[in-house]
């Protein structure tokens, strides 16, 4: 496990310099960190694909996180996450999402509806608890018809999302 709470400046400054690296970087590993927030800077990756931000200490991902359009693979898990934003579908090249071993107590029914989403996992959370679903399809047919839990509603309404 590494100790890292924040990017380091240096890091950041390089950023900035570079314009071909914000680019050009497609494949990010800051998991078995301390980040207890998804440090700001990443949000400059616009063409990132692979995020792995497991085993840190996040309590939640930041809207923000929608952003990075390009990503195919997000990996959370490991973390204390009690909540995902709301609006996941807009991440329309997503392939992969492991938010496990977290403490969701619910997925928001935007999951449900990701196309390109192949292959979610899910298991050690509260809301697993009692779900056995051996195909993605139909985990994501029972999301979609779930009503939205009133942690999401704000978030619902500011989507145009009906409240079920």
């Given at each position: 496990?590494n100790?890292?709470?924040?990017?380091?400046?240096?890091?950041?400054?390089?950023?900035?310099?570079?314009?071909?690296?914000?680019?050009?970087?497609?494949?990010?590993?800051?998991?078995?960190?301390?980040?207890?927030?998804?440090?700001?800077?990443?949000?400059?990756?616009?063409?990132?694909?692979?995020l792995n931000l497991?085993n840190?200490?996040?309590?939640?991902?930041?809207?923000?996180?929608?952003?990075?359009?390009?990503?195919?693979t997000?990996?959370?898990?490991?973390?204390?996450l009690?909540?995902?934003?709301?609006?996941?579908?807009?991440?329309?090249?997503?392939?992969?999402?492991?938010?496990?071993d977290n403490?969701?107590q619910?997925?928001?029914?935007?999951?449900?509806?990701m196309?390109?989403?192949?292959?979610?996992?899910?298991?050690?959370?509260?809301?697993?608890e009692?779900?056995?679903?051996?195909?993605v399809?139909?985990?994501?047919?029972?999301?979609?018809?779930?009503?939205i839990?009133?942690?999401?509603?704000?978030?619902a309404?500011?989507?145009?999302?009906?409240k079920?």
């Open positions: 496990r100790k890292l709470t924040s990017v380091p400046q240096v890091i950041i400054d390089d950023m900035g310099k570079s314009p071909l690296f914000i680019e050009h970087l497609s494949h990010l590993n800051l998991g078995k960190n301390r980040f207890n927030t998804v440090p700001d800077c990443l949000f400059m990756l616009i063409n990132l694909q692979t497991s840190n200490d996040l309590a939640s991902l930041p809207d923000k996180l929608l952003d990075l359009y390009r990503l195919v997000l990996d959370v898990h490991g973390n204390s009690i909540r995902i934003p709301f609006a996941m579908q807009r991440l329309h090249a997503l392939e992969y999402l492991d938010v496990s403490s969701l619910h997925l928001p029914n935007s999951v449900g509806k196309r390109g989403l192949r292959m979610l996992e899910y298991e050690g959370n509260p809301f697993a009692h779900l056995n679903y051996d195909r399809e139909d985990f994501f047919r029972y999301l979609r018809h779930q009503r839990p009133p942690m999401y509603r704000d978030e309404t500011k989507y145009n999302v009906e079920a």
